[in-house]
């Protein structure tokens, strides 16, 4: 299995003249000898297909189509936690799977709250908050991606994904982070869906009291 970014980290501190090659080198050296890897797989058909749903929600939240975008949007929830189960249990995981699932999750979060933001129901300084946040972590994902890229670099080879990379692993506060970001987006289109039917948890002091939250600890996170 490739090293993640935390072994990678460790194998730059090792003597012996490693530490001396430039940091692109350093990461290949610890890539597996494969040239390629099988991708096509169910753990990672799930995970396409929650990136090519995530357009499909925004588009339905826009078009007011409230408990369709919700649906879609449970679905994308369950198979973020169904594809992972089912690489590990029957030991597919691939690299490529390390890098589309989180692209998949950052996908969904980013089209999502855009389309919340024009409805009005999420607050703009609040969105733009997420947004950074995403784009700062997709812009380090696609950094890794093109340094650990076996040569030649071309624009064909970076986008297959059968060549191995480092291995994209979240770390614990990333995991809470966008934990909290699902359960709050899932949370607004949930009142959107029903409104008043969810009681105390469709009133608008809760859903700020979430939005707070969320607020809070992404600035934690911007902070660290």
């Given amino acids: 299995m490739s ?3 935390a072994d990678i980290a460790k194998l730059m501190e090792t ?5 001396r090659l430039p940091l692109s080198r350093r990461i290949r050296a610890s890539l597996p000898t494969a040239l390629h890897e099988n991708i096509y797989n169910l753990p990672n058909g799930l995970t396409f297909s929650r990136l090519i749903a995530a357009p499909v929600i925004g588009y339905l939240i826009v078009q007011d189509q409230h408990l369709a975008a919700l649906s879609l949007f449970a679905y994308a929830g369950v ?5 992972g189960w089912i690489a590990r249990k029957w030991k597919l995981q691939t690299v490529v799977g390390t890098v589309i699932d989180p692209m998949a999750d950052k996908t969904l979060m980013t089209v999502v709250t855009v389309a919340l933001a024009m409805k009005g129901t999420l607050p703009v300084p609040l969105a733009i908050l997420i947004l950074g946040r995403d784009i700062i972590l997709g812009l380090a994902a696609i950094y890794y991606r093109y340094i650990s890229l076996p040569p030649p670099k071309t624009l064909a080879r ?10 994209v692993r979240p770390t614990g ?3 809470v982070n966008t934990a909290l970001q699902l359960f709050l987006v899932g949370w607004t289109m949930s009142k959107m869906a029903f409104g008043a039917d969810l ?11 979430m939005w707070y939250a969320c607020n809070s600890r992404l600035r934690l996170f911007a902070c660290a």
């Fill in 158 to 167: 970076y986008w297959d994904f059968s060549l191995p990379s480092a291995e």
């Fill in 3 to 5: 090293p993640n970014v």
């Fill in 173 to 175: 506060i990333s995991k």
């Fill in 79 to 83: 198979t973020d936690l169904v594809d």
């Fill in 15 to 19: 003597k012996g003249g490693l530490e």
């Fill in 199 to 209: 009681g105390i948890f469709g009133s608008q002091q809760a859903l700020e009291a």
